[in-house]
């Protein structure tokens, strides 16, 4: 495993690190096997997002007996309502399960505590009101985090949030469905001249890039204009993802987000494989275009009045693209809120940060699971 620095923090990173969203709902005994497993393959960077009591339960067995050897971060106003994701940025809350998190891993500080999903410039003038970042800083000031970062989606509030002087490192999505978005070059070279460290999410696409359809449709409403069709005509592994976002200036470390040791293995495959394997650029002219993204299953749409799981919905209707298997209907089935209980009341569309018609989807689920059944 190969590592860098980390910006102006002076941590070094696996060039990979774990994103472990996805955890969320595994096996107790796949979670602690992965995780010990990644830090057996060098792996240092652990992305933890969520403040669930199993799902941190499961993180804190994982991690037992290695916090020397693993750098671990936290979000802060990632907070749990009613056995959901939810986003807050009230002080007294955010500041509890924060430390409900700490408790939940057995440490006593996390590497990064991360401002939480930052997609607008006035949630930022709010927080800043608000006392939202004066607890980030305090916890830091506390020894309970080392150093801030902030994740989002947008490079606005990106900016705003380096020239404040408040954060050292910055978590966005960088991958090849973005490579020809307007000002992502512009703002990875604001954190190279800040010395800014910058993590990459999402360098799937929410595994959307591994599709092996050959061609991926890409609606009008997720782009600047026209839909447009982006035709592979290869398979694209992850070696490929992994190397083209390692590849692009300023980015220190790749997050992979995945679920169990088989995805954790084609993750890591990248240090092994060829360099005719991790060859990407064959790739690069089906991305000349930028698009602002398909839904990647973060659930940053959460929570949803009728608790439908609003990403594995989307899921599994994007898996049935390719045909409607027994499998993904049972999974369907399996939910426990099916998209037939959206009162299209559109919060969840105000939230997502990719622009996506989460009602539209929901409907187009339910004609197709719910009629099938």
């Known amino acids: 495993m190969d590592h860098t620095n980390l910006g102006r923090t002076g941590l070094e990173v696996s060039v990979i690190g774990i994103g472990t969203e996805h955890m969320r709902g595994q096996p107790r005994e796949s979670v602690v ?82 401002l939480h999903n930052f997609n607008a410039l006035k949630d930022w003038d709010r927080s800043e ?90 609606p009008k409403y997720q782009t600047s204009g026209e839909a447009f069709q982006v035709r592979i005509g290869r398979e694209v592994t992850p070696a490929q993802c992994l190397s083209y976002v390692l590849a692009q200036r300023g980015v220190s470390l790749a997050l992979a987000g995945l679920k169990n040791e088989d995805e954790l293995a084609a993750a890591l495959y990248m240090l092994e494989a060829s360099e005719a394997e991790r060859d990407f650029s064959g790739l690069l002219a089906e991305f000349g275009r930028y698009v602002d993204g398909e839904c990647t299953y973060c659930n940053h749409c959460l929570p949803c009045p009728e608790a439908i799981d609003i990403g594995q919905v989307n899921r599994l209707l994007d898996l049935a693209g390719s045909g409607l298997t027994p499998g993904l209907q049972a999974s369907y089935q399996a939910l426990p809120a099916r998209a037939s209980a959206c009162t299209e009341c559109g919060a969840c569309t105000k939230r997502c940060p990719f622009a996506v018609d989460v009602v539209s989807r929901m409907q187009q689920a339910k004609a197709l699971f719910e009629r099938a059944a």
Request: include cysteine.
């Open 33 to 114: 096997s992965t995780l010990r497993a990644a830090v057996e393959r060098g792996v240092n960077y652990f992305d933890i997002i969520y403040a669930m009591p199993e799902y941190l339960q499961h993180m804190g067995e994982g991690f037992h007996g290695l916090r020397d050897r693993v750098l671990l971060t936290a979000h802060l106003g990632s907070t749990d309502k009613d056995g959901q994701y939810n986003k807050t940025r009230a002080v007294k809350r955010c500041e509890s399960s924060f430390l409900d998190v700490l408790r939940g891993l057995g440490t006593d500080h996390v590497d990064v505590l991360f």
């Open 129 to 218: 009101r608000g006392g939202y970042l004066d607890l980030a800083a305090r916890l830091r000031d506390e020894g309970k985090a080392r150093f801030v970062g902030i994740s989002g989606h947008y490079h606005a509030i990106m900016e705003t949030a380096i020239e404040s002087g408040r954060v050292d490192l910055i978590m966005l999505p960088v991958n090849l469905f973005n490579h020809a978005m307007p000002g992502r070059g512009e703002l990875l070279d604001l954190c190279l001249r800040s010395n800014i460290g910058v993590v990459a999410m999402k360098p799937l696409g929410g595994g959307k890039l591994l599709n092996q359809r050959g061609s991926l449709r890409v």
